[in-house]
């Protein structure tokens, strides 16, 4: 998606580069000018009566008056010039000094226009300066109140920042690669969804002649990163369609009705260029349920969200645009987007499966060198939980990794290190721990490591490590064998039990607790907290679920309404900690029967800081 931002069209020539031209051609203007209007041979200077003398004498063939001064020029080509007072004409001044009156009706006398000379333009030049200078403020007030925007004229503040793209490659100006649902991968189900869409856009009569009410809106929703943004433009190249885009922030800005009169703006000029596609980033930002007030400034959200339900309403069947809006907060928008004739597409963005992250592996690796015994199926395998851009991103990371090491090609370690640098943080080069707290450290990770070994349904453990990386001073790195999509109450336990294992082993082998564990108690807590007040794990607690979760729970929470009473909170409370206290002993309990393997993989952790699978199954067998 960054490259094609270069190539976005832009709306307005730059009024700045005008400026400077119009500016540039007065100053020049002002000083070469008078060089060019002055008189070319330079003449004899000579006094008013030498000139009449002249003149008597019948030498002069010719008088030019230019300003105050008289040019005579002799009959044999040279000129003298003598200057008359200011208030008198020329022909008075030859007379009063004495040329007869019959001479002068004989001599051809030509009156010059005079210019304002060098010090006329630059008096000019310096009246203009300040009324420049000063609209030239202006102009760039005008721009910064607009948001900096990008550089349109002050008087086009309800113009659509929208961003044209034509996808069709043979609008030759701008001509940018075509994104097409090949590049998108894996998203199976939602391109399956959007082929009618794609349809629609490139054969709009075959569903007009059978009557179809065709789609105007469809609604992406979506992780951050799950791909939204690509799959639109993706439609639009599939259909060779243009592609508007613009984000829902965009439209609130500073003045009000601005928004309003950017969405009019937007549509008609998609219409001009129907069929076209246009995208609206981050609808929730002015698609929020109206009237619920949060953040203020409602009026303004609120009109524009009407003038874009407006437009819609208003297209006729055979307008070829569709709306494709992107969010990844679906459930705050507002009804009257969704209902029926609106946004009543919706097309869900699912975080990849892992074959779905090995294809778009395959997209992102395309064309990059890399070592044949990378295995991208693997790699998938490795990375539970990554979306499309964390996976463009650790292609990359790689890439900048094998750079770093001067490689030709991009290895399987060099992938294996960029995953753990994004799950994990950048690694922390130099001591950071005393030796004590190493020791510390060694036996946490063991512990964690020891106890998931030896829970039921626990994940293997893939990695475990006391390089400190990011804020963590080691980590272990459990890896399920396949993504799961239904959990059981004893894998909820076991996870907790597994993360309370370095606490355990601190305490078993050190008598002695550290603030090391801080993050593992929050996770566990949580946990706990979700199996009591969501899934009905809780034989005390029983079924219901306590609370009411605001926003969906993968796509994340706003916070949480409390719809029980103080009582009930009070037994949440101590169930949580029932939970956090049995499965503490359980962890104790464990690594206090499998003391020597605790023992033998911190002391190997000490030796080589960084245990893989391999290893560690070999440790505890
Ligand atoms: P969103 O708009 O959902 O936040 P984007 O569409 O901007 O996400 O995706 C960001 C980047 O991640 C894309 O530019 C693309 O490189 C990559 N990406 C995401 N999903 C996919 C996918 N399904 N196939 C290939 N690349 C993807
Ligand atoms: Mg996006
Ligand atoms: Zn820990």
Redesign the pocket.
Known sequence: ??PDDKLNKREQPRPMFYLWIVMGVIILGAIFVPFFTGQGTKPEAASLPGVVDAIEAGEIEKIIVRGDEIIATKTDGTTLTARKEANISAIEALQFIGTSPEVLRELPIVVEETGPGMFGYLSVLLTLAPILFIGFLIFIAARQMRGGGVGNFPNQFGRSNARVMSNTAEQGVFQRPVVTFQ?????EQAKLELQEVVEFLSEPDKFLKLGARVPKGVL?A????????????AVAGEAGVPFFNISGSEFVEMFVGVGASRVRDLFKRAKEQSPAVIFI?EIDAVGRQRGIGLGGGNDEREQTLNQILVEMDGFDTDTNIILIA?T?RPDVLDPALLRPGRFDRKVI?DR?DVE?RE??LK??TRGKPIAPHVSLANLAKLTPGF???????LVNEAAILAARRNLTLIGQQEFQDAIERIVAGPERKGKILTDEERRVVAFHEAGHAVVMHNVEEGDPVHKVSIVSRGMALGYTMPLPENDKYLRSKEAFESEIVGLLGGRAAEELVFKRITTGAANDLERATKLARAMVTRYGFSEVLGLRTFGEEQGNPYLGSLGETRDYSEEIAERIDSEIQGILHKSYQKAKDILAKQHDKLESLAEALLERETIDRPQFEALMA
Do not use: R, S, Y
């Open positions: 998606m960054k590049d998108v991968a894996g998203a992406m979506g992780a951050p990163g799950t791909g939204k943004t690509l799959l639109a433009k980033d992107a990844n963005l990849p779905a294809a778009i997209v992102h979306v499309g851009a964390d996976l463009e991103n």
